[in-house]
């Protein structure tokens, strides 16, 4: 395949980890971010990347993130576990970059995303979604920016790969995968309805989320990985 996004045979233990993922709390204030324990991968992206259809993907779960057509809705921060004890989570993070917003809303999301972000000793890694036709815009930019002063690692997801024919996507990839160089960011090619480089993806994060994700989620280290 593409790039990163190879045709690797599926990992049923990556499989079942993220498979147990179910949705922990909605946050629309700093004060509701559940306790900083454990790890974290946070997903960001603008408005209507395909940043929900992602999570939904890597999870197997239609319905765990909430996706739309319509942009701009996720207000919130919303967690999501992958074991009993919330040790092992994933973050929504609100959408960002969407101008039909109105401005005191969108300062309020900005805000709760830069609480988040700041304080988080938890947060493991950044993946950071964009739709393959429309990367690296300015607030990508700013987050790559951010997360770089912070030593937070990041992996870049271009999705909807699907809506690009190959020579086009694989020139897109090259193209970001250039412009991170040198940074140690992995960028892979993506689509949530083709399925395109889930495996990448869970393969990510499950090393971010270090040992506690080794064997299908059953908190033990896995002498494979
Ligand atoms: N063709 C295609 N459409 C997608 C893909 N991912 C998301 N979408 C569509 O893009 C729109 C926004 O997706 P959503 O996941 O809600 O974006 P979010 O705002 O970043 O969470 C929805 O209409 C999705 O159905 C994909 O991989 N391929
Ligand atoms: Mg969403």
Not at 40 to 65: H, I, M, Q, T, Y
Not at 84 to 95: K, M, N, S, V, W
Request: proline share 4%; with cysteine.
């Amino acid at each position: 395949m593409d790039g990163q996004a190879s045709t690797r045979s599926p990992d049923p233990d990556l499989r079942s980890l993220f498979n147990r993922a179910r949705f922990l709390l909605g946050a629309m204030s700093p004060a509701q971010i559940p306790a900083d324990t454990g790890a974290e991968v946070a997903f960001a992206g603008r408005s209507n990347a395909g940043k929900s259809s992602a999570l939904n993907r890597l999870c197997d779960r239609r319905g765990l993130a909430r996706t739309s057509k319509q942009p701009g809705r996720t207000q919130q921060i919303n967690f999501f576990t992958l074991d009993d004890d919330a040790a092992l989570r994933l973050a929504d993070l609100p959408g960002y970059g969407f101008a039909k917003v109105p401005l005191a809303q969108r300062r309020r999301w900005e805000q709760l995303i830069r609480r988040y972000l700041e304080g988080r000793r938890s947060l493991r890694g950044l993946v950071l979604i964009m739709d393959v036709r429309h990367p690296l815009k300015d607030s990508d930019r700013l987050l790559l920016d951010w997360a770089a002063a912070r030593s937070v690692p990041v992996h870049c997801v271009l999705t909807k790969a699907d809506k690009l024919k190959r020579g086009a996507r694989v020139e897109t990839l090259r193209r970001v995968e250039a412009a991170v160089q040198g940074t140690g960011i992995g960028v892979q090619l993506f689509s949530a309805t083709a399925g395109t480089g889930v495996e990448s993806l869970r393969r990510r994060l499950a090393g971010w989320l270090g040992d506690g994700a080794g064997s299908g989620g059953r908190a033990k280290k896995s002498p494979t990985r």
